[in-house]
């Protein structure tokens, strides 16, 4: 299966969908990133405070697939916060991971009240200039936190990764991002199922194009520009993400889906959410 490309503004690219890897540790996590890969993804969303970077790598290294056609993305997490403390964080997850080199990283949450998050982003760019990082962003950060690094830097982050699904489709981060070309991500880009995949207007809009209504899902976060990270343990519904570049939503559908929004589905909210 070919899966399209998007290119960054820092001159790399990336899968028009990654793999999401939350809760997939342990030796069914290890299996699950195997068949993941097998199954043909080759962004594969993994983070320190996952617990599952060893694996994730492992999967990789043991896949046949040569290295450089895989990115794997990893995050720093809160305890990390803070110039020299991000330095320290990199090279624990570069550590687990076995890397020499680590294709994304990115920062976890912003959690302002801590206020380090620029002094991390200076570490990272550093990082990336040193050549120990492929291609820097960021997670869950709003306008007002981008526009900080962005000012205070220079450096305007390769992805923002945020919550994005058919209850939160996030139209105006989605506008930021595309006039300052920032790559969005989507995190829970399934809803983690919550009335995603029963929905009665997903399910309609699937029917019309013969797929399932958790391939018309992703295929709206394609069309929305977005890079969902769908995260799956089964090797059947890992195939069936990925296959969602053979159809295309009429604006319609994709609009019908966008109006389904009801708001954050959990208590991510940016601006207070902390997780060291
Ligand atoms: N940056 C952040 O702060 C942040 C926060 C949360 C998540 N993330 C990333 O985003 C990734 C995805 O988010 P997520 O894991 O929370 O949720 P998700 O991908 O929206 O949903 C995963 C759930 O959907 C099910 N599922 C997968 N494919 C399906 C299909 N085709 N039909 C029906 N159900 C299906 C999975 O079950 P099975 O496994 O049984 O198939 C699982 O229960 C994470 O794994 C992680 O990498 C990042």
Known sequence: MTIPERALNDGTKLPSIGFGT???????GFAAVRSAIESGYRLLDTAYSYENEHQVAEAVRQ??????EIVVASKLTGRFHGYEE???????SRKNLGFDYVDSFLIHWPMPRVGKFVDSWRAMIRLRDDGLIRSIGVCNFTEEHLTMIINETGV???VNQIELHPHFPQSAMRAFHAEHGIQT??????ARQRDAVDNPVIVGVA????????????????Q????????????A???ENLDVFGFELTEAEVAAISALESGRLWGGDPNTNEEF
């Open 237 to 239: 519904r890992q195939l």
């Open 224 to 235: 929305l520009g977005s890079i969902p990270l769908p995260k799956s343990s089964t090797a």
């Open 207 to 222: 029917e019309a194009h013969g797929v399932t209504p958790a391939q018309a899902v992703l295929r709206w976060q394609v």
């Open 156 to 158: 305007v982050p390769a």
């Open 185 to 190: 991500q989507s995190w829970s880009p399934l």
């Open 22 to 28: 939350y809760q997939l540790d342990g030796d069914e």
């Open 63 to 68: 896949s046949g697939v040569p290295r450089e």
């Open 86 to 92: 991000t330095l320290v964080g990199f090279e624990e």
